[in-house]
């Protein structure tokens, strides 16, 4: 038989009062925010270095720091840096590691804790890294047998993290539901339909879609012209938005207007069309007397031409004859009239003027001593003979007729000496 002491009364007061303090002091114990016991690389066999995550999961203080599976170090205290977090790890001085050496943050078991793993690459990663640049923070670290040392910091790029538990079951769950197999399967069964009897129609949209794609990288240049000229002129219409809204403020009243006149206009427009289509029947109706007359204005065109000159002359006395124009004003100098006059009374001016030219008949001699007699012909005699023998053994056509320069119409200002 075992016997018990009874518990005296002293006893039961001191576990009284230090269970109550245990229950009001309980949510601010915190085991990691101190340092514990028997903890690997806390005292003077250790050195510490800062290490450098984008993520650490869920890591806290006085989790380990593991190596070949052998816990060579403690995690010390965790903080934030701009998107970073910054952990303090306490290594072993026992343990040498070199600079390029990688931290990644593991799970011990599927539940379990998670701690830091610390892995050395091999050579040839080493051979495969040559190209880069050394990211610990002290000088020494750029030699390739460099070691840790205390107060060394590690970028992020020599970190990771192994797959977390909810990576895991994620995982496990897209596994254990076909991983979406049943989808790709209705996929693809949808994809064979739509492409069925449409394979060629396909194959040309892809090469189609490859030339507008090369067509697109050749002129990339080009494009990305037109894209800054067009933010070019967007940052213009932006700098000028008050002009722009003012104008159009001002254009409102305008655009009113003609969304009132919009019948009219409409109308108007309309009739327009109907006598542009009238016209254009009647122009090609009367095609062939329009350009009938035109050939006929030609002539008329060409003697205005050819008296342009003489024309301005005629007209300063076409109204004050036998007084230009100019000089009216000294016509009369008081009771006697002034008269300046050029008269040519010359054969051939006297003939131009008052008899307006003679035919041809006639111009043989003198207009005035001998009007009548004959014109010699210069084709007369053998000359005359042979031509006409030559043109009647040309095929039997007739002889082409001799252009004849018509007479100068004749004009009364020669006698004064203005024609």
């Known amino acids: 038989m075992i ?31 101190n340092t514990l016991p028997g903890q690997v690389a806390i005292g003077s066999d250790g050195y510490t270095v800062k290490v450098h995550f984008s993520q650490i999961e ?18 010390g205290q965790i903080d934030v840096k701009g998107w970073e977090a910054v952990v303090e790890m306490h290594l072993l001085k026992s343990v040498q590691l070199p600079t390029d050496v990688i931290f990644s943050i593991g799970q011990k078991t599927l539940l379990g804790a998670q701690y830091v793993e610390v892995s050395v690459p091999d050579s040839s990663d080493l051979g495969a890294k040559s190209g880069r640049t050394e990211q610990v923070t002290r000088a020494s670290a750029h030699s390739p047998d460099a070691m840790l040392e205390d107060g060394d910091v590690i970028d992020v790029d020599q970190t990771g993290t192994y797959p977390a538990t909810e990576q895991v079951l994620g995982a496990v769950a897209l596994l254990l539901n076909n991983g979406g197999l049943s989808q790709i399967s209705t996929i693809t069964g949808e994809l064979s339909t739509a492409l ?75 009739l327009v069309g109907r006598a542009g289509d009238r016209a254009v029947r009647v122009i090609r109706a009367s095609e062939t007397a329009l350009l009938a007359n035109l050939d006929s204005l030609g002539p008329i065109l060409t003697n205005i031409g050819r008296v342009s000159e003489s024309l301005p002359e005629a007209l300063k006395i076409a109204v004050t004859i036998p007084f230009p124009a100019m000089t009216t004003t000294n016509i009369l100098g008081g009771d006697y009239a002034n008269l300046f006059a050029t008269i040519d009374l010359g054969a051939t001016a006297f003939a131009e003027s008052w008899l307006g030219g003679l035919p041809p008949a006639l111009q043989a001699g003198d207009p005035i001593e001998n009007p009548l007699a004959p014109t010699p012909d210069p084709g007369a005699g053998d000359d005359l003979g042979s031509a006409d023998s030559d043109a009647n053994d040309d095929d039997g056509a007739p002889p082409t007729p001799t252009p004849t320069q018509e007479p100068t119409p004749g004009c009364l200002l020669t006698i004064l000496g203005l024609c």
């Not at 007061?13 to 990691?32: E, I, R």
């Not at 890591?59 to 403690?74: A, E, F, R, Y």
């Open 3 to 33: 016997t018990r002491p009874f518990a005296t009364p002293m006893r039961r007061f001191a576990v009284t009062v230090l269970a109550g303090a245990l229950l009001n002091s309980g949510c601010a114990v915190q085991p990691n925010d």
């Open 58 to 75: 869920n890591l806290v203080p006085n989790s380990t720091v593991q190596k070949d599976n052998v816990v060579i170090g403690t995690v």
């Open 196 to 270: 069925r009897k449409k394979v060629p129609d396909a194959r040309a949209l892809v090469r189609h879609a490859n030339d507008l794609l090369a067509v697109l990288d050749s002129n990339r240049s080009q494009i990305v012209a037109a894209l800054q000229s067009l933010n070019n002129l967007a940052r213009g219409l932006r700098d000028d938005q008050d002009s722009i809204a003012a104008a159009i403020d001002r254009i409102t009243p305008g655009l009113e207007v003609l969304e009132t006149e919009r019948t009219r206009l409409v109308s108007t427009l309309t």
